[in-house]
């Protein structure tokens, strides 16, 4: 089990080059000569030439893609419209990005199991159909949209919580304060499919034998719920949990925007619309980099959930 | 006779708006948008005809066992239905946008400037430059789902050639393609669609390209799967013993196999697409103004949330509404053409 989890850590490598070959690949899409367009079409020839200087735009490619990760690790990859080096500025940013992630990740998990879970017990229910009607909503609604709405509702109208900004650490009262309804908004998506899945799932496990057995030998109902067909049920779900993290990470961009959350997403916006190469390249490495990590993570995971699943 | 009347409806009702539209207001083949519009009519009028005076043209399609068994497998589905109704709809408004309309998309009415709330000439209200919302909101379901098919038609046409590529050559190619899928993968889509418009710039056919280019694995696994089960089966030896090209027997024997998996996941991943492109919309970076699409509305509809709410509203209802049909349907389909089912 320990060589499995250091063998999952190291494939990580050969991900992180290949994504930051695809970037790099794409980087080249740029149409023209990519120092002209990055400074824009007034810029004198010597100001060309100092950028291809530096960011070695006029050497082989393999050269170019072996400099800018160069630059990018030891941290002197600078950023063109900041004008400080794009590792600091994705430092600064960072935290707020994982505390929204991780504050809507628990939010998420917290409120769509148990209704997963009771939807599926009490099947044909009016909760069942009520909050399965919902969670087939949820999914069709923009993150952005959500966010305007609880905006709308919970700073326009009534005026209880702040409706954009980042208030601090989330010790205190004001952080907790604006982080509220972007976490919120950020995980209606996640809590909308994860809902509908644990109740299939939960469905499913609850018709098998073993928990006819359960039954039979006279168990409680809490027990056997509980005990004997949770954790079964779980398998899928955190599967689909790893697989919408690409749904939360791009909703992350989307939410840090409505609600001006000064987090990675906000910045990798900023800097695809002021063509900033350098930084579009880093933030969405680093954001890449955290993804790849949390699917690792659940994959990790697995190894204490399923005991099915061998791993040697 | 009964079940008639919805069509005779229905008929009644599109001959108002040719009337309304071709004789009063004059508009037949004044410009292309229109030609679209009066050609697409056109169809949906001899349809319509048929539907009501000769309904036994559909005999056809009852005779064809296995598409009337998935036919009466779907119809049982009520969330399919409605979705498929509103996709109908949806469709309708988008190609029929200048006859349906009450106003141009970009028209301005100079009585409701600066933003006045819904009442009878605007139903949705107007924005802050006094055009009305109604109308924009259905010309914007044309750039919703235009872009949308053609990101689809791309995804799943080089999807499904990777898939096929890998599934069919094997070993070290199909090892090749599908780590390179799988790493394409690993940038989440939004990220990966940001990036490419970071290079190729803020332009409606670079949005189609990321779009497009986004969620490959999809269509790329699902093919694989699909080539790998039947590669080995009798038929297609034969046909290759036969001396078929490469190309005929993917062609002939294993797309066919393909087919009902490609549209379930064509059809969810039209959804996906329509808010793909909304979000890329809403962070500035999709459709450009002055074309109306949703995305662009909601994102100035947040600028004006306090004053004129309805703005945010109405153009998110209708990516809701949109992205909501098509997933219902999707998930009709998934059932309906499953076939274990239809066994």
């Known amino acids: 089990m320990f060589g499995y989890i250091i063998k999952r850590l190291l494939w990580i490598i050969p991900v992180l080059i290949g994504v930051s070959l695809i970037l790099f690949g794409i980087m080249q899409l740029i149409p023209g000569d990519p120092a002209s367009v990055l400074l824009g079409p007034k810029a004198s020839q010597e100001a060309v030439d100092t950028l291809n200087e530096r960011f070695g735009l006029n050497k082989p490619i393999y050269t170019q893609y072996y400099l800018l990760m160069k630059n990018f690790i030891t941290g002197n990859l600078e950023s063109i419209y900041y004008r400080v080096t794009v590792i600091s500025i994705i430092l600064d940013k960072l935290k707020a990005t994982i505390e929204l992630g991780l504050t809507s990740l628990v939010i998420a998990v917290v409120l769509a199991i148990p209704i997963g879970i009771v939807a599926a017990v009490k099947k044909n229910s009016f909760f069942d159909y009520f909050s399965m009607m919902l969670a087939t909503l949820g999914i069709s609604v923009p993150v952005f949209f959500t966010g305007i709405i609880l905006i709308y509702i919970f700073s326009v109208n009534f005026n209880l919580l702040p409706s954009s900004g980042y208030g601090g650490s989330l010790l205190t009262v004001q952080g907790w304060r604006h982080i509220i309804l972007p976490a919120v908004s950020l995980s209606s998506i996640l809590i909308a499919s994860t809902s509908r899945l644990t109740r299939s799932s939960m469905l499913d496990i609850l018709q098998e034998d073993y928990i006819r057995t359960a039954r039979a030998k006279g168990l409680k109902e809490k027990i056997v719920i509980n005990k004997h067909a949770f954790k079964n049920a779980m398998i899928p779900v955190i599967t689909n949990i790893g697989n919408q993290m690409a749904t939360l990470f791009g909703g992350a961009i989307l939410t840090e925007t409505v609600f001006a959350w000064p987090g990675i997403g906000r910045l990798a916006v900023k800097a695809v619309s002021y063509r900033d190469q350098p930084l579009v390249f880093g933030t969405i490495l680093v954001l890449s980099f955290l993804y790849v990590l949390t699917n690792l993570f659940i994959d990790i995971l697995y190894v204490f959930i399923d005991p099915q699943i061998s791993y040697s | ?343």
């Open chain 2, 1 to 343: 006779m009964k079940k008639k009347i919805i069509p005779l409806i229905l008929l009644i009702a599109k001959i108002y708006v040719l009337y309304n539209n071709w004789i009063v207001k004059n508009k037949f083949w004044n410009s292309l948008q229109i030609k679209i519009a009066t050609v697409f009519s056109i169809f949906v009028l001899i349809l319509l005809l048929l539907i009501v005076f000769k309904p036994d043209i559909f005999s056809y399609f009852k005779q064809k066992e296995i598409l009337y068994k998935s036919y009466r497998e779907f119809i049982k589905n009520k969330g399919g239905v409605a979705g498929t109704i509103m996709i109908f709809i949806i469709i309708y408004l988008a190609l029929c946008a200048p006859f349906v309309a009450p106003f141009e998309p970009d028209e301005i009415d100079y009585a409701n400037m600066s933003a006045s709330a819904p009442n009878l000439t605007h139903p949705m209200g107007t924005d802050d430059f006094g055009r009305d919302i109604l109308s924009r909101v259905i010309y914007g379901s044309r750039v919703a789902l235009g872009v949308a098919f053609a990101s689809v038609f791309l995804n799943a046409f080089i999807g499904i050639s990777l898939g096929l590529i890998a599934g069919f050559y094997g070993g070290k190619v199909d090892n090749l393609v599908m780590r390179l899928v799988e790493t394409w993968n690993s940038i989440p889509f939004i990220l990966l669609a940001l990036a490419i418009i970071a290079a190729l710039g803020k332009d409606i056919i670079n949005v189609i390209i990321a779009v497009g280019l986004t969620g490959l694995i999809n269509f790329a696994r699902i093919t694989r799967s699909s080539v790998l089960s039947v590669k080995e089966k009798e038929y297609v030896n034969a046909a290759k013993a036969l001396g078929s090209s490469d190309f005929r027997v993917i062609k002939n024997h294993i797309l066919p196999n393909v087919v009902s998996p490609i549209i379930v996941i064509g059809t969810l991943r039209i959804g996906q697409a329509i808010l793909l492109v909304a979000s890329l919309s809403f962070l500035g970076l999709g459709v450009q103004p002055p074309l109306s699409s949703w995305g662009t509305m909601l994102k100035r509809g947040q600028e004006y949330l306090i004053q004129a709410p309805w703005i945010s509203m109405f153009s998110g209802l209708a990516i809701i509404i949109t992205v909501m049909s098509f997933n219902l349907l999707g998930d009709a389909l998934r059932d309906a053409l499953d076939p274990k089912q239809i066994d």
